[in-house]
């Protein structure tokens, strides 16, 4: 019987994140996953959420951030997504982007993004249940 899923709903802020770490970090601990595994889930929602906070609402106080968690074919799916303004040619560029997201990358089976100027991005990355110790 697959795992309920997570939803967290939060403001797009940085004092946000030590929520969403730790509730993803229950979440894939609750799966069994290994101590690795956990914390690789946990370094990918922090990267994917920094990078809402830091470049999608610019400086508007009313952004959000929407993270999930289910299970899927024997991978945990994590995903992140922000209502703001997308990512277009000028955020292409940011150093921070990229190395967030050759994070993420790196850490996940699978990586999925998509993003809509004004209209928002969402990333998915997913992570095998089975990862070693």
Do not use: W
């Not at 797009?12 to 799966?31: K, P, S």
């Not at 994070?103 to 809509?116: E, T, V, W």
């Amino acid at each position: 019987m697959p795992a309920a899923a997570l939803s967290i709903r939060v403001p797009a802020e940085a004092d946000q994140m030590a929520r969403v770490r730790t509730e993803v970090a229950e979440y894939a601990r609750g799966l069994g996953m290994s101590a690795v595994a956990v914390d690789d889930a946990r370094t990918i929602v922090t990267e994917a959420c920094g990078n809402s906070i830091k470049h999608a609402y610019g400086d508007s106080p009313d952004g959000l951030l929407e993270v999930s968690a289910t299970t899927e074919d024997g991978e945990l799916c994590l995903v992140v997504r922000d209502f703001g303004t997308g990512i277009g040619p000028r955020s292409t560029s940011l150093p921070s982007l990229h190395a967030g997201l050759s994070i993420i990358g790196a850490l996940s089976n699978s990586l999925r993004l998509s993003s809509c100027r004004g209209g928002g991005t969402e990333l998915e990355a997913r992570l095998p249940l089975s990862a070693a110790a």
